[in-house]
Nanobody, 123 residues
Framework: QVQLVESGGGLVQAGGSLRLSCAAS????????MGWFRQAPGKEREFVSA????????NYADSVKGRFTISRDNAKNTVYLQMNSLKPEDTAVYYC????????????????WGQGTLVTVSS
């Protein structure tokens, strides 16, 4: 089992920045691929970004490429999502996810989930 707790959400104006954090506990954090998904009101949950256990491979949705950066600190059992140049369409609940296999994480195949943190971007 892996327990995930997100933090860092809030209200920000368009063009601003936020950094989300996801603290993990339980099963060995450093062996898991980690990622972020988001769900806007009335929409399905969608992939945002992912990072391998070693941190040497990252993936991004086209909608956030060049604006968001995922990173991890295995010593702190924490994964981060730095979000810059935020847009109103980035408004959503952001969920941290973990999976032992990156491909399964990307496919939302049996992921562990956090409770989510709300990001609201005003225009």
């Amino acid at each position: 089992q892996v327990q995930l707790v997100e933090s860092g959400g809030g209200l920000v104006q368009a063009g601003g920045s936020l950094r989300l954090s996801c603290a993990a506990s339980g099963r060995t954090f450093s062996s898991n691929a980690m990622g972020w998904f988001r769900q806007a009101p009335g929409k399905e949950r969608e992939f945002v970004s992912a990072i391998t256990w070693s941190g040497d491979n990252t993936n991004y949705a086209d909608s956030v490429k060049g604006r968001f950066t995922i990173s991890r600190d295995n010593a702190k059992n924490t994964v981060y999502l730095q979000m810059n140049s935020l847009k109103p369409e980035d408004t959503a609940v952001y969920y941290c996810a973990a999976n032992s296999i990156l491909l399964r994480l990307l496919r939302n195949d049996n992921n562990y989930w956090g409770q989510g943190t709300l990001v609201t971007v005003s225009s």
